[in-house]
């Protein structure tokens, strides 16, 4: 059974940093393509980062490029986002999404292309 499940959502101040995790079972993350999602308050869910699993390449989109980095530990079978320099506007609850390989929405950040989902993280940006 397909699982993901995200963690390390928090309250931080502007400027902050924060780690989330999304822990996989049920399938290896060399074969599945990893994405994050967000969703704010009365906002589409958007996409903001992809690991591809075959290779580890990653892509990120413009509202979080070169503030956030997404890895993976294929040995703790669990892919991290890392989040710096964060700001009010990247309030929302995060979600990590798992998509069969060969697929291309998690590159392109298609929400109902993706196959699994976790739960999804609370993170809070604010003084």
């Known amino acids: 059974q397909v699982q993901l499940v995200e963690s390390g959502g928090d309250l931080v101040q502007p400027g902050g940093s924060l780690r989330l995790s999304c822990a996989a079972s049920?399938?290896?993350?060399?074969?599945?393509?990893i994405a994050w999602f967000r969703q704010a308050p009365g906002k589409e869910r958007e996409g903001i980062s992809c690991i591809r699993g075959s290779d580890g390449i990653t892509h990120y989109f413009d509202s979080v490029k070169n503030r956030f980095t997404v890895s993976r530990d294929n040995a703790k079978n669990t892919v991290y986002l890392q989040m710096n320099s964060l700001k009010p506007e990247d309030t929302a609850v995060y979600y990590c999404?798992?998509?069969?390989?060969?697929?291309?929405?998690?590159?392109?950040?298609?929400?109902?292309?993706?196959?699994?989902w976790g739960k999804g993280t609370q993170v809070t940006v604010s003084s």
């Open positions: 999404a798992a998509e069969a390989p060969y697929g291309s929405s998690c590159f392109f950040g298609y929400a109902s292309g993706m196959d699994y």
């Open positions: 049920g399938f290896t993350l060399d074969s599945y393509n």
